[in-house]
Each structure stands twice: as structure tokens, then as C-alpha cells.
């Protein structure tokens, strides 16, 4: 008889690469054994459906803050990021201070009662043997380890990103005070934890060398992974000539910058006589807090050769990504604990990663798995990454991955790892 879990996941019903994790874990669970139910929002009445039109899900509505936000600005005549076809960044304004001051843990509280109050009633009616919650939203964390302690059920958490000690602390805590409420908060969580299960080693350094005075058990490690059967069967190989082709798909922001990368973009190109037929960068996702956006565009001259799609679902994302010739990966140069998921998914379709990166363990997966060419933030070696990349495009020339590595991170192997550490925490 399969065991069951909750997944409280405010974002489980929408795109984004955590919900897209969240997703995957939920139909790939009973495979192992695990009934999953998610606890989330209601999805937005265009959204597809996707991975989760299967899932049970029970559906609690709330204040959401983001999408009041939203139409804030389209009142005062501003475009939507799905709108926009021309890169621009999103400028931080009252709403990013409200939530910094009045947002704890996150925007997300304004769920936490009657997500609880849901929780409650399905909990007392139906038996369940784990409770799981992945950061972020921190909400969701809060919510479970509440749970965990009114019910004795066990709690997992799952940590996708730091809480506290993010290098991007100061945008969500702007005072000691917020910063004590936050630690707080969080350690109150940990200390209900049966398990915490990481995606990097970095924060699980982190919380192992931070909490460890309230840690139950040791981190555990399960990295974000790529999921084979997401991806669209490829298409009728092209006859004639067609574009070199680099993509990007994520958020761009703050220190992930596009800057060394646009300045050895254009030495590429004026190195390889290539012409905007015969070379596309094709850039989809948000952008916020580069400032100067258009001032490098302008002065590197790149957007003859540029192709921005805006926001686009997962699906065409990794349509996109089968397409292309390599893909951009961009590590901010002061984080040397997150991994981009993108990382994952370009390898899910052996497709070679131009990697903007320091010495960091995204660094040593690629190394690793034979992923692609690491460039330090400098102009030079993203043009010599770019002519290698091109060089094999010309030539015919496939790039080779290290099988045996790469297959760590398929979804069968991590969503397996997950389920290990359900039944350890169960029993």
C-alpha cells in the first residue's frame, strides 16, 4: 500500500524553475511507492495545466500580493514581462520596499492562515505519513514545521536557496531587526525538521555550520535534476544553411549579469565576419535590477543579432534550448552557493553550456559531467568559448558528455533519493 505525503507548495500551479521541481516530484513520487497531494494556490485560469493536471491538489485562495502588484502597475501604464518583446529591466519599487518592511517571512503570508486552517481539516480526516515543503516561498516552510508540530507527522524541508545568509540578504532584510525576526523564524522551522534535504552543496554547508545546534539529522544532498520525458521529441533535421544559435532562459538579475558575455559577444562577431542571418542569441525570461541594460546593448551593438521571446512557458523553453548550438549559464561572481537550474536542463538535452562562473561547485558539476566551457566573467574567454562552440557547429562536430555523471541528475535517480529519505523519516 503506497504511503501518502503532503507537499505544501504555494507555487506548485505555476512555471517557474522551483515550481517545475515541485511538479516533477509529485508525479514521479508514486513510482516510488508515495502518494502525493499539494497544497497550493489556485492556478491562474489561463495557466496549462502541465505536470500537475493529475495531481490531487486542495486549493486554498489568498490575498496574492504579486498579482495585485501587477495590476498596480498595468494601471499606471506599464507592459507586462509576457508582453515584452524588447529586453528591459524591471526596475525595484514600492512594492519590493513593502515587501522588505512588512513581508515576513515572505509575500506569501498573507496564505499562511488559511492555508493552515485547510491543512488542518485534511489532516484530522486523512492519514498521511510525511509532510514536505521546499524553500521557497519561506511560508511554506513555517507552514509545515506548524503542522509537523500540532500533528506529529514528520516534516521534511527542502532547501532550494539560503534563507538566511543569502548574499541577496539585503533586499528581504533591510535592518538587525529583520534580520534577528528572520533567523528566528527559521530556526524555530529547523528545530521541527525530522530531515533537511538541500539542492546544493553550498547551503547545506551553510545550515549544517549555522543550526547545527537544532538539526535533527544531517543535510542531505538532492540536487535540482532534468526529467527525460519533458522533453519534445526532436524535429526533421534542416536542410541547407541555418544560424548558429545560443540561448538563455531564466531570470536575469542584479550580479547575474549579461555584461561579459555582450562584450565577448561582440568580439566574436567582429572576429567572425558572422552575420545576423548567420549568428541569433535567443534570450526568454525576466529581467530586474540591471540598471544599464540598454547602455551595454547599445554599446556592444548586439541586438541586430538578438531574438528576445520574453516570457514562454517550460515546454517551449526546452523547445528552444534542442534548438540551439550552446547555452548560456550565468553565475553571479559574489554567489558561490546556487546553481542555476538551467544547468540541469541543458544537460538533460546535451546541449554544451557556455558558463559564466568563478571557481564554484556549478563549476565542478560541468567539469564533472564534461558539460561545457567555463568562462571567469572576462570578454576574452567568452569569445574564445563562442569560436569554440562555432568552430563545431561549422565542423559537425557533437559535443561529448560523460554519460555516467550526467545520469546522477535524471529525475528517476533524484525523485528515488527523495523517496529514501521520506521512508527514513516515516518510520
Given at each position: ?60 485562495a ?20 509576457a ?32 492555508a ?36 506529529g ?37 529547523l ?24 538539526l535533527?539529522?544531517?543535510i ?8 527525460p ?115 540541469f ?41 563562442l ?26 535517480n ?14
Open positions: 500500500m503506497s504511503k501518502r505525503v503532503l507537499i505544501i507548495g504555494y507555487n506548485l500551479v505555476d512555471a517557474n524553475m522551483g515550481s517545475i521541481r515541485l511538479q516533477r516530484i509529485a508525479r514521479l513520487l508514486p513510482r516510488f511507492g508515495w502518494e502525493a497531494v499539494g497544497l497550493t494556490h489556485p492556478p491562474d485560469p489561463a495557466a496549462n495545466p502541465g505536470a500537475w493536471k493529475d495531481l490531487r491538489r486542495e486549493e486554498v489568498a490575498l496574492n500580493l504579486t498579482h495585485l502588484y501587477s495590476k498596480m502597475r498595468h494601471l499606471r501604464g506599464g507592459v507586462s514581462e508582453a515584452r518583446k524588447e529586453p528591459a529591466s524591471k526596475a525595484t519599487g514600492l512594492s519590493s520596499q513593502i515587501n522588505r518592511w512588512f513581508m515576513i517571512p515572505d509575500r506569501y503570508i498573507t496564505w499562511y492562515r488559511p493552515l486552517q485547510r491543512a488542518r481539516e485534511l489532516l484530522r480526516h486523512e492519514k498521511f505519513d510525511a509532510i514536505f515543503a521546499s524553500l521557497d516561498p519561506r511560508t511554506c516552510i513555517l507552514l509545515a514545521a506548524r503542522l509537523s508540530k500540532e500533528t507527522i514528520p516534516c521534511i524541508l527542502e532547501y532550494r536557496d539560503l534563507w538566511t545568509g543569502n548574499p541577496y540578504h539585503h533586499v528581504t532584510q533591510p535592518t538587525r531587526l529583520h534580520g534577528w525576526l528572520h533567523e528566528r523564524l527559521e530556526r524555530k522551522a528545530r521541527q525538521a525530522r530531515r533537511v534535504t538541500s539542492v546544493c552543496r553550498g547551503i547545506a554547508d551553510y545550515l549544517s555550520q549555522k543550526h547545527s545546534s537544532v535533527s539529522a544531517p542531505e544532498l538532492n540536487y535540482n535534476f532534468f526529467d520525458e519533458e522533453y519534445p521529441a526532436p524535429g526533421p533535421v534542416p536542410t541547407g544553411s541555418r544560424p548558429f544559435i545560443v540561448s538563455y532562459a531564466g531570470a536575469m538579475y542584479g550580479k547575474r549579469s549579461p555584461h561579459s558575455f555582450f562584450e565577448g559577444l561582440r568580439l566574436f562577431l567582429d572576429r567572425s565576419k558572422l552575420t545576423p542571418e548567420q549568428f541569433r542569441f535567443r534570450w526568454a525570461g525576466s529581467i530586474s535590477g540591471i540598471d544599464d541594460l540598454n547602455e551595454v546593448l547599445d554599446r556592444t551593438g548586439v541586438r541586430r543579432y538578438m531574438d528576445f521571446l520574453g516570457l514562454i512557458s517550460h515546454r517551449e523553453a526546452l523547445s528552444q534550448l534542442m534548438q540551439s548550438d550552446a547555452a548560456l549559464l550565468i553565475q553571479a561572481p559574489n554567489d558561490a552557493i546556487h546553481i542555476p537550474g538551467k544547468l536542463e541543458a544537460m538533460g538535452a546535451r546541449v554544451p553550456l557556455l558558463a559564466l562562473a568563478h571557481p564554484c561547485e556549478v563549476a565542478d558539476i560541468i567539469n564533472r559531467c564534461g558539460a561545457g566551457i567555463i568562462c571567469p566573467h572576462t570578454a576574452a574567454t567568452v569569445e574564445s568559448a569560436a569554440e562552440f562555432h568552430r563545431r557547429f561549422t565542423q559537425g562536430t557533437r559535443w561529448e558528455f560523460n554519460e555516467a555523471e550526467v545520469q546522477r541528475f535524471s529525475a528517476t533524484s525523485v528515488g533519493r527523495l523517496a529514501e529519505l521520506l521512508e527514513h523519516a516515516a518510520s
